[in-house]
């Protein structure tokens, strides 16, 4: 699995249940032309999470899926944990439940999926099959992968809900240069980490401090900065902070050694209670 797609998996995975149904699997739905979806999350969804309606032509029959949405992470590797039980018979109702359409007809669904943000491993896909054997419908498997490549297809502006700022910066490598002395410029590297960019998020969404930023005006005052011997190894140790990750040299050696010979004759007169 690459890193992008397990990203946008991750982010999947940390949505709850009926965020995910309603904010990905509905709009993913709406945009595979189904005319009616509806989300049908809470205590009285009878297995049913989500009901997409379409007309099929030319004689326009309303086509009716249901969706079971569920995280299966922690139940893909046993057949007896209660989460399944209740998994299973939430399946079950899908696949007998019966919806009354604008006509007023009782009317099965035509499909039943199960959804859900994790990639489904074949041991479960088995477990359902057989535990559900005898049902008028199948359940098929809507996981993780699948759904992130009918985004792609279908509604790629959901992958933004998926992604944040350092996903988008991080997630994509330079692999061939064409301005070599402007990448060394800009720092660029093949193994690029969030710390290294400039720009945080509020410089992009317009916070405060980046609308102060934008209108500073900058006074430069020339003047001898007095540094007090006792700060002074503490104010060394952030000059050559800032210098070695920006390659701005405030210090020279030539001032280093003055400042040394300083100090010791400072030591010298001191030691001779002369005044300096």
Known sequence: MDTVLKQYINALCSMNEDDFTRDI???????MGYDKVDFNGGAYERGR????????PPKKENYVVYVQSKKVGDIQNTSKAAKLSTLLHQLRQC?????????????????VYLACPEPISDRLIEEIKDQLFGMPLKVYPYDGPKIIQDIKEYKPELLSILSNI???ITAHQILAPSNKELLAALKSTTNQKIDDFYSDLSFFVGSFDSNLLMHLDILSIQKDIEIHEDNWANFKKDIEKISSKHSLYFLTNGFLLLKKALKAINKILNHLRIKF
């Open 49 to 56: 999470d989500l009901i997409a309606q379409r007309r099929i």
């Open 95 to 111: 696949c007998l439940g019966k919806l009354t359409d604008a006509e007023g007809n009782k009317v099965l669904p035509n499909e």
């Open 25 to 31: 699997i509905k709009p993913l739905f709406e945009s």
């Open 166 to 168: 350092e996903d988008k």
